[in-house]
């Protein structure tokens, strides 16, 4: 079993960078392929970012390609999402997603075994 906690949201201004991080706890995340994901007011949850178990492979959602960035450190056990030139329309719930190391890590935008908490980010104009 993971659990997964989210840190690091808050209210920001159009234009400026949040760093959110996620702790895991129960495994080693190092066996595990991580994301991330957000849910706006009133919109379905959709897929942000994902990075592979060995952290070699990265993609991202077509909105926050070149803004955001995904990165892993397994020796503290913790996935951050870098977010710059935020924008209003990134305003979401944002949550850490992990699926096992031994599947594609792009199948963590269909499928996840372990969700976060969440944690709110909103960004003012």
């Known amino acids: 079993q993971v659990q997964l906690v989210e840190s690091g949201g808050g209210t920001v201004q159009a234009g400026t960078s949040l760093t959110l991080s996620c702790v895991a706890s129960g495994r080693f995340l190092g066996h595990f392929n991580m994301g991330w994901f957000r849910q706006a007011p009133g919109k379905e949850r959709e897929f942000v970012a994902v990075?592979?178990?060995?952290?070699?492979?990265?993609y991202y959602a077509g909105p926050v390609t070149g803004r955001f960035t995904i990165s892993k450190d397994d020796a503290e056990n913790t996935v951050s999402l870098q977010m710059n030139s935020l924008e209003p329309e990134d305003t979401a719930i944002y949550y850490c997603a992990a699926n096992s190391g031994m599947v594609d890590y792009l199948s963590l935008r269909q499928n996840v075994d372990y969700w976060g908490q969440g944690t709110q980010v909103t960004v003012s104009e």
């Open positions: 990075i592979r178990w060995n952290g070699r492979s990265k």
